[in-house]
């Protein structure tokens, strides 16, 4: 996969390559924006491009095409902190029948939830209507 910088013109390369001179810079910029409570101006845009779908043939339709949205590199990296951050206590903050994007919860675990409630009123031989939404 080719990887494009955002409208920066920074790739991640760029900042692996000069993490040890250039990373408490980073840093500072992202405390600074926390601070704050906002981005500057550049990390809050991006370019959106359209990639032709390889197996779609030449014809120009729009259903041959798919947007990617490029964000600049600094941005992703926040982005990834703040995931890592949350992950640790996640679990702890989100209700339990919430599975969801939470690690070591799965889709499969709404299931058993559902067949455990419909084996419980079928027991107590409680009436009733499930609705389920999935958003």
Do not use: C
Not at 109 to 126: G, L, P, R
């Amino acid at each position: 996969m080719i990887k494009r910088p955002g409208n920066d013109g920074l790739t991640a390369d760029f900042y692996k390559g000069f993490l040890i001179l250039q990373g408490h810079q980073l840093t500072g910029a992202l405390n600074y924006s926390y601070e704050h409570g906002e981005l500057s101006n550049s990390p809050k845009t991006s370019i959106t491009k359209l990639i032709d779908k390889k197996d779609r043939g030449q014809e120009v339709h729009y259903k041959n095409w798919r947007s990617i949205s490029l964000s600049n590199v600094d941005v992703k990296i926040a982005s990834k902190a703040l995931v890592m951050l949350l992950a640790n206590v996640s679990p702890e903050i989100i209700q339990v029948d919430q599975y969801a994007y939470v690690k070591g919860r799965t889709i499969f675990d709404a299931v058993h939830t559902i067949d455990d409630i419909m084996e419980y009123t079928k027991i107590k031989q409680i009436p009733g209507l499930m609705v389920v939404f999935d958003f």
